[in-house]
């Protein structure tokens, strides 16, 4: 019912609106960001990979024109990426976080940052979240650290593996939640860009802890069933 | 895909497996314990009510009774039920678990343990977790208490307004989780019997937070969205 058509691998041609303005990837050289990229830039989003070292950067943005002839994409430094973007995602590790948002926090004011991070930890195979201090959850952290940006959680329920597999479709929901009511429906506009994918709106960013849970649970169950699970969330009334 | 068939509002002829033996649900008389029990008791399956006043057990089931006619039930103070039963669904509220584990610790021993308990608050309409003292969840907790229990936890991301309500199809996904494997399947075997529900494996009891952790986001949801949502695992490989 929710399932779009096949992605094409082919990068679509830029749509002229506020929705495909360029997007940022801080710390996109990782796994899960550099495939939300490649999902964005099959979609025809333009796309800028920031990564610590500029290099890292060039080269993850040359392996997504290599997946998606045609795609129009950029590596940076997370510096330069943030001065360059006003809509980013946040997906470089939990560890890294901290030390990021002291470094940015001006830069992020007013911008749309979209938090993919989740505070793991994997005991005996057991994944676990782990306490973020004074908060509790990455997105709620983010959103404290900084409240002059407009802080949105979202697409933590994904398997990066499954992202970075362009063969693959998409499906399921990605649960958006944020304190800030427009930010939450500029995400969603952004989800609907991705095949496959519908957005639901989950509220206030305290709703992060949730999403985080869920992805820590996920990542059990696809142990479990060598698996690249991710969840729908059936009953709620047609939009 | 793996929608049952509508549900039968009569109680279907208990059929002779050991999936049917009787049911007890402890502290039945609560919504989710009741929308449950009505929902064995229209599959076919013999139910037991618990309270802790033996009159408010008898009413709940003349309510099962009432709205499934032909279904075996039977109502009893907790500890009856508990001494009756090899198989229990503790369905009490959170507050009352610590007691009634204390008391009922000797009597549970050995015995199938399926709790459904969620360590909920509500603060200005945001449904949080509440944390349990000693565990990372009340399925934790159980376990833990009553180590020669065989617990597993389920049913946790299902409305007990739905439940409830018989002419409303079940649908989605009803997660399992616990250290015992054999348990597990047991309770799988029960899922079986409600039609529109799939059961799947979520391995060791410590999953139990995150089901725990769905059913707060679960209920935020609904109240955003008035609905009585649940949820569906996408990706798993076909048993």
């Given at each position: 019912m929710r399932r779009g058509p096949l992605l094409s691998i082919a990068a679509r041609?830029?749509?002229?609106?506020?929705?495909?303005?360029p997007l940022a990837f801080?710390?996109?050289?990782?796994s899960q960001g550099l495939g939300l990229a490649l999902r964005f830039a099959a979609a025809g989003v333009p796309v800028m990979i920031g990564s610590r070292a500029a290099e890292r950067a060039a080269a993850a943005a040359e392996t997504i024109r290599a997946a998606v002839p045609g795609a129009v994409v950029r590596g940076y430094e997370n510096a330069e990426a943030v001065a360059r973007s006003e809509r980013l995602f946040l997906t470089l590790p939990f560890a890294g976080l901290g030390r990021f948002l002291a470094e940015a926090r001006e830069a992020l004011a007013g911008k749309l940052v979209i938090d993919v991070i989740v505070p793991l930890v994997v005991r005996n195979g057991f994944f676990a979240l782990t306490p973020v201090e004074g908060a509790a959850s990455a997105g709620e952290l983010i959103q404290q650290t900084i409240p002059a940006a407009r802080v949105v959680s979202g697409?933590?329920?994904?398997?990066a593996e499954k992202l970075r597999d362009l063969a693959a479709p998409l499906e399921g929901d990605v649960l958006l939640c944020g304190d800030d009511d427009a930010a939450r429906a500029e995400v969603a506009t952004l989800v609907g860009l991705l095949p496959g994918l519908r957005a639901v709106?989950?509220?206030?960013?305290?709703?992060a802890r949730y999403l985080e849970a869920i992805t820590a649970l996920l990542l059990n169950l696809n142990r479990r069933h060598k698996a690249r699970a991710t969840i729908a969330i059936l009953g709620l009334p047609e939009p």
């Open positions: 041609r830029p749509v002229c609106s506020p929705a495909v303005h801080v710390g996109g050289t990782g697409f933590k329920n994904h398997s709106d989950a509220g206030g960013i305290a709703n």
